[in-house]
């Protein structure tokens, strides 16, 4: 608890000075006024991020949280539980999906077992487990408050750890069979919208099975009556354990004033207790993509994420905050390397 407090303590507000400079250089580069759009305004928020009009975005690392879910007991997946084993040593060990994006973005991956159901050996892999994943929300609380506690501090561990390296550009990224139904149950107690609006397929789930894993989400949140006022309460409840690490990460991200990139829906499930928790640290975040997950658009609009990127993903992992670097680190170097027209010897456009 003691390290949760220190973090929030230290979440400050944008530096606006920074902001108000690094717009008033932008406006005045050789080219028309807002004609590189969105570039602009992430040059903008990562100056009042950062308090530089210069921020580097040079060591960037993607921070994926691997954790099952006790839910699935519900067959509200397809794929059985193993999997989430399987893959998280497979990303530790650079081969998924996140691991190719990641390479071509020149990111590290931080792989963090925080809550896997079984046993991992691999030396790749960060051992941070809080618990064999969490208990079946659909019969009582998905952890203690204590536990969920513990899995935030654990991705403010991990984070400041990889903030001491010099990295400068997080993202979140998870892997956990079943978290959908965990992040929905978030999402539907925190903007109030009924869970067969929002509950998807996830990793393909037959649609004949969606009205059950539609039904298990409900009953959890009666069961649970999580407190939407209480960032923690939620999560401890009807959340996950990856969801927690997340959370730490962002909450990390703020107090360092380090920009923290939002991968897909269950990244902003996160993103939603996050800014719960502390409202402060919805400026620290950056929007990655839109994911097709369905529940996906109603969280991005539920916390005024614009997404950067429309490409249909939606793998999870952290791919979309992979590609989305690319994208953040071009408005940094828009910001540096174009000139403004007085240093060009010529009048504004």
């Given amino acids: 608890m003691e390290r949760l407090k220190q973090t929030l303590e230290k979440i400050q507000p944008l530096d606006q000075q920074a902001m108000e400079e690094a717009r008033n250089r932008i406006d005045h580069l050789i080219k028309p006024q807002r004609s590189l759009g969105k570039l602009e305004d992430i040059a903008v928020q990562l100056s009042g ?175 649970n009556k999580p407190d939407k006022r209480d960032g923690i309460d939620v999560l401890a409840k009807v959340g996950g354990l990856d969801i927690a690490g997340m959370v730490g990460v962002m909450l990390a991200g703020a107090a360092n004033r380090v920009p923290v990139v939002v991968d897909g829906y269950i990244s902003t499930a996160a993103a939603i207790i996050a800014v719960t928790i502390e409202p402060k640290v919805r400026d620290y975040l950056i929007c990655s993509h839109a994911s097709e997950e369905k529940g996906a658009a109603k969280a991005s609009a539920f916390l005024g994420f614009e997404p950067m990127l429309n490409l249909d993903m939606r793998l999870g992992e952290g791919t979309g905050a ?19 027209f007085q240093e060009a010897g010529i009048g504004v456009v």
Avoid: W
């Avoid at 809080?130 to 009582?140: L, M, R």
């Avoid at 992979?322 to 403004?340: C, G, R, V, Y």
């Fill in 49 to 223: 991020i950062t308090g530089k009009l210069h921020p580097k975005l040079d060591s960037k690392a993607i921070i994926v949280m691997a954790a099952d879910n006790g839910v699935c007991e519900e067959g509200i997946s397809a794929a059985p539980q193993v999997v989430t084993q399987m893959m998280t040593g497979y990303i530790a060990n650079g081969v998924s999906g996140v691991c190719a994006l990641a390479a071509q973005a020149r990111a590290q991956v931080v792989t963090v077992d925080i809550g896997v159901a079984g046993e991992l050996s691999d030396p790749k892999i960060l051992h941070k487990k809080v618990k064999f994943g969490t208990n079946n929300i659909a019969k009582g609380p998905a952890m203690t408050r204590e536990e969920a506690i513990k899995a935030i501090e654990v991705g403010i561990e991990i984070a400041e750890q990889e903030i001491q390296k010099g990295r400068n550009l997080l993202g979140t990224g998870e892997m956990g069979i079943g978290n959908t139904t965990p992040s929905t149950a978030i999402l539907s107690v925190m903007s109030g919208t009924d869970p067969g609006e929002i509950t998807g397929v996830g990793a393909n789930l037959p649609k004949e099975q969606l009205d059950n894993k539609i039904a298990v989400i409900r009953k959890a949140i009666e069961i």
């Fill in 322 to 340: 992979a590609l989305a670097f690319n994208i953040i680190e071009a408005a940094a170097f828009m910001s540096e390397k174009m000139i403004t």
